[in-house]
């Protein structure tokens, strides 16, 4: 059964924090993504990674990082968490290669931060 | 740019009845793949069924199909025989052809579903 699991299902941060917020996936996948989802605005890209130490920024990058130093692991990092920061955020991966595969996502984290 | 918009904000629909949730999309791409998820309350994204822009049929899985009108840039999910579990948000995405290695995807806003008993 494919899993993708998230370090934490929920999280109190304050203002100016350093935050981590860990994937792991056990499909030997290539690529990996973190989205954040907000009330009427669907899904947003913040990063994409389709191999170790690669990345590619999505839509909204801005205050955000990532690392990949292991295939199975995607780590985002808020450097300096702020209040238009909180959301869910949900990681996901998918096979790579010419053909379309379906992401499969992890369970979410709802990040508050105060 | 590529785009995929979903009008419908929320929809309900009586149980054992079917419904259709709308999602058009705009892409420049000849080569692209559409996407249906679910979102049940619990929060985990649930990936319903895909149809390629090649693909002469219409998807189907169970008791969902995607009504694939390429010409209108269409992709509906139809869901026959609505059941309580249904209700959920649910996403339409689409694959960027720049990043088809990548699989990367836009989604659309949502729409929420209430199956009533």
């Known amino acids: 059964d494919v899993k993708v699991t998230q370090s934490s299902r929920y999280l109190v941060k304050r203002t100016g924090e350093k935050v981590f917020l860990e994937c792991v996936q056990d499909?030997?996948?290539?690529?990996m993504f973190w989205y954040r989802q907000d009330p009427g605005l669907g899904l947003r890209l913040i990063y994409f990674?389709?191999?170790?130490?690669?990345?590619e920024k999505g839509d909204i990058p801005e205050g955000y990082s990532v690392s990949r130093e292991k295939k199975e692991r995607f780590s985002l990092i808020l450097e300096s968490a702020s209040t238009n920061q909180t959301s869910m955020y949900l990681c996901?991966?998918?096979?790579?290669?010419?053909?379309?595969?379906?992401?499969?996502f992890g369970p979410g984290t709802r990040l508050t931060v105060t | 740019a590529q785009k995929i918009t979903q009008t419908q904000p929320g929809m309900f629909v009586q149980e054992k009845e079917a419904v259709t949730l709308d999602c058009t999309y705009d892409?420049?791409?000849?080569?692209?793949?559409l996407f249906w998820y679910k979102q049940p309350s619990s929060g985990e994204m649930i990936f319903l069924i895909y149809?390629?822009?090649?693909?002469?049929q219409n998807a189907t899985e169970g008791r969902y199909s995607l009504n694939f009108q390429k010409a209108r840039k269409s992709a509906n999910l139809v869901i026959s025989a609505s059941q309580l579990g249904d209700s959920a948000m649910y996403f339409c995405?689409?694959?960027?052809?720049?990043?088809?290695?990548?699989?990367?995807?836009?989604f659309g806003a949502g729409t929420r579903l209430a199956v009533h008993p």
């Open positions: 149809q390629g822009s090649y693909d002469e």
């Open positions: 892409t420049s791409d000849q080569s692209y793949g």
């Open positions: 990674s389709y191999d170790v130490k690669m990345k």
């Open positions: 996901a991966s998918s096979q790579g290669g010419q053909f379309s595969y379906e992401q499969y």
């Open positions: 995405a689409m694959r960027e052809g720049r990043f088809a290695g990548y699989n990367k995807l836009i």
């Open positions: 499909m030997d996948h290539e690529n």
